[in-house]
Every structure is written in structure tokens, then in C-alpha cells.
């Protein structure tokens, strides 16, 4: 049975880039790549390449871009450049994180809400804090259970299209098992989104559900299905297909990425996404 040190490197979350506290077509990448940073470690642990670091606090930095038409004749392009900052007292994790956003043509950030021009427009995005409780099992690490609770506070400007003006809310469940070298996973979830006359938003649930597995020693790599309820009275629901990457570096440092693909006009045409991680 593993010790208490590596169980707590077993279970860390360094969540990839919220992006749906920004970005709803985005929603996808950060349960994804948690379980790429879960399935890794664990990996690493059963063959020793890495020891079980300590420290509490993580800091990641990533730069994401999509594109498409989202139901608009003309494409819109967004990049999202996000910092987050984690703090893992077990059996919690809380993060916050603060984006900056660059959105260029009809569509807003939530993708099936047109904007005021068509323009790019530039500034701080929306920023989100979570905090996630672990039911893992202390005496296994073949499966876990983790619940989360989000808010996104309305601090981007709506009136250019890099926020809606509102604050929303979010409740998850996520849960992963080890069925040798693969992870199958799943999250389900229900969110709460603000509405206004500009942004008429819906609340609804969201599901996730993918499998991952080492690739070679301190690289693990998967693929995941996720599907939205629809924001927009109207509207598509949002379904997109993710592939996903993570490679440790050592006891600190980690390097994840993932690229994207949606199917109906709720989701981005395409969208790639990397960031890079420092444990201190």
C-alpha cells in the first residue's frame, strides 16, 4: 500500500486551464487533463521515476485558442491566456484563476451570443474560483471521487464581448478508476448561468467522459467526449471531441496540451491548447 506522501502525488489535480469559467465551449480541458496530471502520476510512482512532491502550492500558465463560425456566416477567432494559482490542503484544492481574453469577430465568448461589432477587443476576462473535495479512498488509488464547486465573477467587459456581465455557478462530479495501464473517467455536472437582455442564458447540465494512459515513462496521453445542454433558447447543445497530452519534467515541472474538434455550432470548429506548470 502506498504511504501517505504518495498517495497525496497520486491525487493531485493541477487542472490544465478553466476555460469554462471563460469560455463555455471550452468547458471540456480541465476535468480532461486533471486525469492526464492523475494517470500520470501514478505512473510515475509505480515505476519510481519520479518522487512524491510536497509542497502545496502550484502555479500554471497556458494560452488556448479556438475558432468557428458558431452559427455567424463570418468565423470568430478567440485566444484566452490564463493564470492559475492552486492550493492543495488535501482532501481539498482550491484554484484561482484569471484570464485574459482577445476575441475578433461576430461571436462573443460564449460562442451563440453575437457581440456589438466584429472587431478585436482585448482585456481581462472573467475571473473563477473553485474548490474541490476528494473522496479518495486512503487505503487505494484505484478510484476516486471528486466534488466540485465554482463561481465565475463578472469581471470582464460585457459590453465588448469578453464577458456577460454576470456572475455564474457550477457544481461537478468526477470520478476515475485504474483498469490497469488504462483510466477510464467521467464527470457530470450542472451550471447556473447568469441572464440578462443582452445574454438570455439557460442553465443546464454538462458530461464528460474519456479514457487515458501512459504513452512512455512521464507522458500520458488520452481522448474524451463532452456534451453542454444548450446556453441559448434555441440554440444547439455543444459537443466536442479532445485529444490530450501531459509530460512531467520532473518533481516541479509539468507541460500539457490538448487540441479539439466540435459538431454542432454551439462548439468551435477547432481549438488547441498548452500550458506549463511549476509545483512550489
Do not use: C
Request: aromatic fraction near 12%.
Amino acid at each position: 500500500m502506498p504511504n501517505g506522501r504518495d498517495r497525496g502525488f497520486v491525487r493531485e489535480a493541477p487542472i490544465f486551464l478553466h476555460a469554462s469559467s471563460q469560455i463555455a465551449h471550452m468547458k471540456a480541458a480541465a476535468p480532461i487533463l486533471v486525469v492526464a496530471a492523475l494517470v500520470l502520476a501514478t505512473h510515475a510512482r509505480s515505476q519510481g521515476t519520479v518522487q512524491n512532491p510536497v509542497e502545496p502550492w502550484s502555479l500554471d500558465v497556458g494560452l488556448n485558442y479556438v475558432t468557428g463560425d458558431f452559427g455567424f456566416e463570418q468565423d470568430t477567432d478567440v485566444w484566452l491566456q490564463m493564470t492559475t494559482i492552486h492550493f492543495e490542503p488535501d482532501p481539498l484544492h482550491l484554484q484561482l484563476s484569471v484570464p485574459f481574453v482577445s476575441i475578433s469577430g461576430p461571436a462573443s465568448v460564449i460562442g451563440t451570443v453575437g457581440r456589438p461589432s466584429t472587431g478585436r477587443e482585448r482585456g481581462l476576462g472573467d475571473v473563477s474560483f473553485a474548490a474541490t473535495y476528494k473522496f479518495t479512498n486512503p487505503s487505494s488509488d484505484i478510484s476516486n471521487l471528486d466534488f466540485t464547486a465554482r463561481v465565475k465573477l463578472p469581471t470582464a467587459d460585457e459590453d465588448d464581448g469578453l464577458g456577460t456581465g454576470e456572475t455564474d455557478s457550477s457544481f461537478e462530479f468526477s470520478y476515475r478508476w485504474m483498469l490497469g495501464r488504462f483510466t477510464p473517467f467521467a464527470t457530470v455536472g450542472y451550471r447556473f448561468l447568469g441572464s440578462s437582455a443582452a445574454y438570455p442564458l439557460e442553465d443546464g447540465f454538462f458530461t464528460t467522459a474519456g479514457v487515458a494512459a501512459p504513452i512512455r515513462e512521464r507522458t500520458v496521453g488520452g481522448l474524451a467526449l463532452s456534451w453542454r445542454e444548450q446556453i441559448v433558447n434555441g440554440a444547439d447543445d455543444a459537443t466536442e471531441a479532445m485529444v490530450f497530452v501531459s509530460h512531467r519534467l520532473d518533481d516541479r515541472w509539468k507541460v500539457q496540451g490538448f487540441a479539439l474538434s466540435g459538431f454542432t455550432d454551439a462548439s468551435p470548429d477547432f481549438g488547441v491548447g498548452g500550458l506549463l506548470g511549476y509545483r512550489f
